[in-house]
């Protein structure tokens, strides 16, 4: 008889930046700034515990993210526990545009997925749910793939609708890339964001932006060179500009000082992308955002190769 296990499983994620200027619901790049959830089967009841981001927040049990989607991992695997018990230690700003709706996600769904696994004493959980249906499941939950696909499997991720689903390509990004994310004081919801982009746009814009997107592909695996005008973005950015002016005017600012800089997700945050020992480093970022009329906090990240994983309790 199979029985749920006793011991805990903790799964760590990291934030995500997607877009990255013209790769629009497609390129996301995994950041050194994680959520941490320690899940365990319990007799009954559904018990929540956060701390760090969000954690003075009260939550309806079954409406938090990270039960949602391990609500869908179990049923995708056999079944519900009785109970559930979650505690997470977040380090990711929520509606912030850094991803943090898919950390919970893929936080929630390899948490179960663990849990599922080790009743059914499965040697390796993906025997029981393989990576793509993580993926397809994560798409499902989040409604767009770009920041679930480099949650999951970090580096730098192109992810694009096939026949069958959701697929992504990964990269190995720059060695010396050092992400820069800018994080303001307030933050957009990414429903409020989406809902300021038209229905149809020029045919001389989507032609730009297929080149500047090719052209970031580009840079970010080996032409540094091509940074600035790999990120210059044609679909999305300069009509969500009015819902979010300070966010405009700090990557207009960093642009104009040779910076590639673009809104992270659906914003408010800025993603610049810095090269160890190049001109237009971390510190020149945080000169440029302490200079701007609102106040900014400047964070010089890593990309994590790794992705979500499984760690030691
Ligand atoms: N760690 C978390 N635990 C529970 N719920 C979360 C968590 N992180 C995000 N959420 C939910 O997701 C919402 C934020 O999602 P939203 O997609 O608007 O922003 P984001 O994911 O931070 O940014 P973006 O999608 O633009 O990268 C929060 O208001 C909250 O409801
Ligand atoms: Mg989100």
Redesign the pocket.
């Known amino acids: 008889m199979t029985s749920w296990p006793g011991q805990p499983v903790t799964v760590i994620a990291p934030a995500?930046s997607?877009n990255l200027g013209p790769g629009f619901d497609a390129l996301g790049l995994a950041l050194s700034l994680h959520?941490t959830v320690l899940a365990r089967v319990t007799e009954s009841g559904v018990e929540v515990q956060?701390t760090g981001?969000?954690g003075g927040q009260t939550w309806r049990p079954e409406q938090?993210?990270?039960i949602r989607a391990m609500r869908a991992a179990f049923a995708a695997t056999g079944g519900q526990p009785a109970g559930l018990a979650i505690s997470?230690r977040?380090e990711?700003?929520?509606?912030?545009?850094?991803?943090?709706?898919?950390?919970?996600i893929v936080t929630g769904l390899l948490a179960a997925r663990a849990l599922a696994a080790a009743r059914e004493s499965a040697a390796d959980p993906a025997d029981l749910l393989p990576a793509a249906d993580v993926l397809r499941l994560a798409c499902e939950i989040e409604g767009h793939p770009d920041?679930v696909a480099a949650c999951l499997f970090g580096g730098l991720t192109i992810a694009f609708g096939a026949e069958a689903g959701p697929e992504i390509a990964q990269l190995v990004p720059l060695a010396g890339l050092v992400p820069v994310v800018c994080v303001p004081a307030v933050p957009v919801?990414?429903?409020t964001?989406r809902k300021a982009l038209p229905a149809r746009v020029p045919h001389a814009d989507a032609t730009a932006n297929s080149a500047r997107t090719a052209l970031l592909i580009a840079a970010l695996t080996g032409r540094p060179d091509l940074l600035l005008p790999g990120t210059e973005d044609f679909l999305h950015q300069r009509y969500r500009a009015a819902a979010m002016p300070a966010t405009a005017a700090l990557v207009a600012a960093l642009r104009k000082a040779g910076i590639p800089a673009a809104v992270?997700?659906?914003?408010p945050s800025v993603l610049a992308l810095t090269v160890d020992g190049e001109a237009g480093d971390a510190g020149e970022v945080a000169r440029i955002a302490a200079a701007a009329a609102s106040s900014w906090r400047v964070l010089p990240l890593r990309v994590d190769v790794e992705g979500a994983r499984l760690a030691s309790n």
Not at 94 to 104: N, T
């Open positions: 995500t997607a959520d956060v981001v969000g938090h993210l990270v997470c977040n990711v700003p929520q509606g912030f545009g850094l991803g943090s709706s898919a950390a919970a920041n919801a990414t429903k964001a992270s997700g659906a914003g």
